[in-house]
């Protein structure tokens, strides 16, 4: 059991025997304190119970102090207005250590209810750009996977790609004017992406073809033949060229259900919202309108115009007899819900889909589905300018450049640095390094905040980067490689003598507490921050507490936090979907 749970449960214990009822008691709160010097837990039950204990919440602390077992942990002392500061001693933090050392999970504990989790990312639209904000959910979407199966969530993930749009009308188009097939060969994805522009640039240019666009769409949605086959060699293209993009990223999906796969159940779906009255038709399309339940401020279905609440409903069938993008999704959380018997689904998407989603959480609260959804959105990723990312003619990035940006700014980086000799190393390396910078540099921000893609930054082995944590990795690592042999317990107690060395331990024993919380509010910052903080302990303790050179009980102990700091890196960056190198 972690430490910090231990500690709840000796708490919770406490206040009982304080005579706080027991349904409150088990909402005892403990947290990590950021200020060492205030011990290294925290908890403000005495400030939040005293009242229903009708004591003072010194009064209380103090009661619960005489009452709290913790001679075996450390000690308690209380703070301020009532806090309770626990204060772990180093014994304690040795003996938390060996159980680690034995434990392959390093401390995280398996969740009790483990939950069916449908989480929703990356999906790109096809022969559409794949753009940085498909980075975002790419990146946030695949650690949330991992994360989840750590933890013991039973987690599918789903590219829901974007197959059916109306971007088709356009690709047909151009594909039937000017394909270059050899070019579609060499690389789908910037064939597509060519005949898409091209298209949408005539359209801007002129309505007729603009229409004739629309025409091929119709086409293809009325199940025109040509037009079909068109669409399918596209999607399959397209897929073939995402999918050596995944692989480079390391991600991977259990399942592609793409717009289309819901194509058959749309009209199903507008017909049940129109015999449940939950949508109505309304100048030809047919909408969801408000169900009046909520207030207009945050009614997702209102927009305030020039002072007065209007409806904004979700058309869910054009007037053309088109189902669209919101159709599809009223389809995806039934197939999610009713097939799948999926708890959740969590959709990684853009903040501007905000009130998309919030939307058709409002659908399908008032149809019934017994589903927990989340919109887990993200800010925008902007350039040195502090305006969104763009390419220096003005377009959207495209992944793929970012990725050969990213992996010749490692090159670079570790030019005249590197220790491996041979050139396939290198680049092997510096692939590694190059997409494992622009993860961490993702991953490390909270995802609702923008920040600036900086190449140079990034690549950086000095800062809060990827290749700094690679770095300390291989620097444990190579410990075992002087000494000659891997880790092997010598059979003594550890003994944690140094602070730098009591430190590190703190960090490490923390690993398995801070992994769950990572969930609540799907942060991989928390995890990223923490392995950073993890790496300065490790180097602090390693430039004072020599290693090789020290012997008997300090030198089993010193090994012992090297090998697990290794350890906990190389598990911890590999929940944030990066690799590490066994040599730099
Ligand atoms: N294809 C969409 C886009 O690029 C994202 C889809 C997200 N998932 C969903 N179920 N709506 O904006």
Redo the contacts with the bound molecule.
Sequence with gaps: MTLLRVLQERLRAACIDCGIDEADAGRTNLSHVADLRFGDYQSNVAMVFSKSAKRSPRDLAEALKASIEVDDIGEVEIAGPGFLNFRVNSPAYAKRLSELLDDERLGVEQVEIPRRIII?FS???VAKPMHV??LRSTFIGDSLVRIGRFVGHDVVSDN???DWGTQFGMVIWAWKRSLDREALEDNPLNELLRLYRAASDKCGEADEIREECRQELVALQQGDEENLAIWRECVSLSREGLEVIYDRLGVSFDHWLGESSYNERLSDVVDDLLEKGLARESDGAVCVFSGGSEDPGVDPFKIQKDGEWEDKPMIVRKSDGAFN?ATT?IA?VDYRSEELRADAAW?V??HR?GD?FRQLFSVAERRGRRIDLEHISFGTILGKDGKPLKTRSGDLPLLSDLLDDAVQAARQSSEGRSRLEREEERDALAELIGISAIKFMELSHHRTSDYIFDLDKMVSMEGDTAPYLQYSYVRCRSIFAKLGEDYVADGNDLELRDEREVHLARMLVRFGEMVPVVLEGFRPNLLAGYLLDLARAYHSFFQSCPVLKSEGSVKNTRLALCELTARVLRQGLRLLGIEVPERM
């Design positions: 929703d999906a790109p639209n904000g498909h829901h790609i974007g993008y999704d995806t959709y998407v853009d889909q998309h």
